[in-house]
């Protein structure tokens, strides 16, 4: 199988969880064991689009029960005997040689994956900065020579990219530094966000300069968030700038006065 | 035809909620990163071959620009 596999580098291989479940988009060639109206295999296929039911394959690395999976769109490109080409755009964990042999069911004849190639991952697209090893091989060669940034900056992309699709919400620099210890995003630290935020949303969290912070889980809506003056607004679920790369702003709790101290000896009786 | 919208076509729009400014003299711009920073930050759109596995391509990656940890976003298997 071929087509879009992005690969985080260092550092970035936090944002791999952003992608893992993000929806796909495949090219696919469908063989039909035998022949069929045209017509027929269009209207089977439309079928399965929408919500789908769908049974992993036994070679799968996730338990067999039947589960649910969206399909956002099945568009037949063309049919050419018992060949059908055809692009979906499915959910995250969706295996389309099943589906395939799913069709071949719902035909009576059978059917199997011929070819398949992943078109988009996410926000990362095949037309948009997809190069192949040999690119990154040449590219980095160059680079090595030449020592010019900008021949990396050709096919390495800023971890941010992988965060496209996740509603966004932008914080203040002085609450940065304490988003990357771990804490949660308050209301007062929010400057602008995205339309559409749900209570329970992934959210990502960038600076100013558009740098990821952290991805978080929303505990408010967008219309909520903009209204609120104090409290949690994002559960922090995953930091991906390194603490201190923005001063530290916050204070820590302040210890108290006089620190009661035990000793061995004080239990000791003279 | 499908009721459900694919992630990538939903529309959104920042609307603000107070303001403020970024001290130039801290982080950088994704896309300004200076190296080595640009790399460990960094993703590449693979266009992977047939053949070898999603992880293979991975480590390729991996040994080609000499780092420690590579990991890619979703196998692309058989």
Redesign the interface.
């Given at each position: 199988?071929?087509?879009?596999?992005?690969?985080?580098?260092?550092?970035?291989?936090k944002?791999?969880q952003a992608?893992?479940g993000?929806?796909?988009?495949y090219v696919c060639v469908m063989k039909i064991h035998s022949e069929m109206p045209e017509s027929r295999v269009k209207e089977v296929l439309g079928e399965f689009?929408?919500?789908i039911y769908q049974r992993p394959p036994a070679r799968a690395s996730v338990k067999r029960r039947v589960r649910t999976r969206?399909?956002?769109?099945?568009d037949v490109l063309e049919i050419d005997g018992r060949n059908a080409l055809f692009k979906i755009?499915c959910e995250?964990g969706t295996y389309i040689?099943k589906l395939c042999h799913d069709v071949g069911e719902v035909l009576g004849c059978g059917a199997h994956m011929q070819e398949l190639r992943?078109t988009?991952?996410?926000?990362?697209t095949?037309a948009?900065?997809?190069?192949?090893?040999h690119d990154?091989?040449y590219l980095?060669d160059r680079w090595q020579e030449a020592g010019d940034?900008n021949l990396?900056?050709r096919?390495?992309?800023?971890?941010?990219?992988?965060l496209g699709?996740l509603?966004?919400i932008?914080v203040?620099?002085s609450a940065?530094d304490a988003l990357c210890h771990g804490a949660h995003l308050t209301a007062p630290g929010?400057?602008?966000?995205?339309?559409?935020i749900g209570s329970r949303s992934m959210v990502a969290v960038f600076?100013?300069?558009?740098?990821?912070v952290t991805l978080g889980r929303a505990a408010a809506s967008?219309e909520e968030?903009?209204k609120m003056n104090h409290g949690i607004v994002a559960r922090n679920e995953r930091v991906l700038m390194p603490r201190g790369?923005?001063?530290k702003l916050w204070r820590s709790r302040q210890q108290p006065e006089t620190k009661v101290r035990f000793s061995f000896s004080s239990f000791v009786k003279d | 035809m499908p009721s459900i919208v694919a992630p990538w076509m939903v529309k959104r729009e920042l609307v603000a909620r107070s303001e403020a400014e970024t001290d130039p003299d801290f982080g950088h711009k994704p896309e300004e990163r200076p190296y080595p920073d640009l790399v460990k930050f960094g993703v590449v759109n693979v266009d992977k071959p047939p053949g070898p596995s999603s992880h293979e391509v991975a480590a390729w990656v991996r040994r080609i620009l000499n780092l420690k940890q590579t990991g890619h976003g979703g196998t692309l298997e058989a």
């Open positions: 199988m071929t087509g879009v596999l992005p690969v985080a580098l260092e550092d970035a291989t944002v791999v992608l893992l993000a929806g796909k988009e689009q929408g919500k969206k399909i956002y769109y099945l755009g995250a040689r992943r988009r991952a996410g926000p990362f095949e948009e900065k997809s190069v192949t090893l990154v091989l980095h940034e990396l900056r096919f390495v992309l800023p971890m941010e990219t992988a699709l509603p966004r932008y203040r620099d940065v929010v400057t602008s966000l995205d339309t559409g600076t100013l300069k558009g740098e990821a967008t968030i903009l790369t923005y001063p | -």
